[in-house]
């Protein structure tokens, strides 16, 4: 069961995304996108979270910010901005900086009725009073999974690094009730459907720590929090399995079916509602000069970009990596040999649950 757990984790961190880096806009203007070709000799994005090291003992995770413009000169500029759920202050900094300066922006919350500014609201009788959301699927007692790994992690959550309390910020997702709908209809109504409702349902759970998995995960946490040495390894593991999965269970053979059936839902249906509220603010603000992001989880934007593309028409222009975590072993006690062991642990058990492995 543990091999698995850094996995959810990983998707929950990425679907729901160091310490010296700082947001300048021209850097911007410097690292054109690279391009790839699929399988079917298209154009396919390349990822949002990439691994980086500059020696045995540092080791970072960064997520990519990119700016699309449009064939036509009458749209605005759309800025794909990657997300984490739990990263280093600075990450999160140069985040916040990046969204103020953009005319609009269209951020995740499944709590759909936490969020008075709605992207899908076009003449709201009288302005909305500031909010500050509340962590998803957050228990009565206010505990959040995601909030407390960052926590035992010495890392910040997002709902509580940026703020949301600006008039151009609007939400732009599904309700719970309508996910669980989706994954009703996906599995025909019947038993196929129960059970993908019933995986929604328990992802919620491990997120507010209401069952066996989230009372682990919560006092696995706690556990890690209390030593800095096993702390830096439980981030190396994360980082490790964020990069080996970038948020894709698709070719993960041993997690279960309809599991793997929800991480679908969960992106590409959220990403269709996102899509439709772009094409609202496309026509609301027509002009070159204004400038629309959408701040998700780094998980869901490869497929956003395919949509930009073929249903927008824009076109990547260029982008800027962040650091979201950043770990220094070689501070916290780790030898080469530990982190080469803890390295090779994830990628046996990737390929474990890719089903490629003995």
Request: aromatic share 6%; glycine share 8%; charged share 20%.
């Amino acid at each position: 069961m543990w091999k698995r757990v850094w996995i959810y984790v990983a998707i929950l961190s990425l679907c729901g995304g160091c310490a010296s880096t700082d947001y300048h806009p021209a850097r911007l203007l410097q690292e054109p996108v690279p391009f790839t070709l699929g399988k079917d000799g298209k154009t396919k994005p390349s990822s949002y979270t990439r691994v980086t090291s500059e020696s045995w003992h540092t080791e970072k995770l960064q997520v990519a910010v990119r700016r699309f413009v449009p064939r036509s000169t009458h749209q605005p500029e759309i800025w794909l901005v990657g997300a984490m759920h739990i990263g280093e202050p600075a990450f999160y900094k140069s985040l916040q900086e990046i969204l103020d300066a953009r005319t609009v922006v269209l951020f995740e919350g499944v709590n759909t009725d936490h969020h008075v500014r709605q992207a899908d609201d076009s003449h709201p009788a009288t302005p909305p009073p500031p909010f500050k959301p509340k962590a998803p699927a957050a228990s009565a007692g206010g505990y959040s999974m995601q909030g407390q790994l960052a926590t035992s992690l010495g890392l910040v959550f997002q709902l509580e690094a940026i703020n949301y309390d600006r008039a151009h910020f609007l939400n732009s997702d599904l309700s719970i009730q309508k996910l669980q709908e989706i994954m009703m209809q996906t599995g025909g109504g019947g038993p196929a459907g129960q059970k993908g409702k019933e995986s929604l349902d328990a992802v919620i759970h491990i997120m507010d720590g209401n069952s066996l998995m989230g009372y682990l995960v919560k006092s696995g946490m706690e556990f890690i929090a209390s030593n800095p040495k096993l702390q830096a390894m439980a981030k190396l593991s994360l980082v490790e399995t964020i990069g080996g999965t970038k948020g894709d269970l698709s070719d993960m053979q041993s997690v279960p079916s309809d599991m793997r059936e929800l991480m679908k839902v969960l992106i590409v249906n959220r990403n269709q509602k996102v899509i439709s509220d772009l094409k609202l603010q496309i026509l609301k603000h027509h002009d070159c000069h204004q400038s629309i992001a959408v701040f998700y989880g780094a998980g869901h934007m490869e497929d956003m970009e395919n949509r930009l593309s073929s249903e927008l028409h824009y076109a990547p222009f260029d982008q800027v990596w962040l650091d979201a975590i950043a770990i220094d072993m070689r501070k916290s006690g780790i030898s080469e040999s530990e982190a080469k062991v803890t390295r090779g642990m994830v990628l046996w058990q990737l390929k474990q649950l890719r089903g490629s492995g003995k």
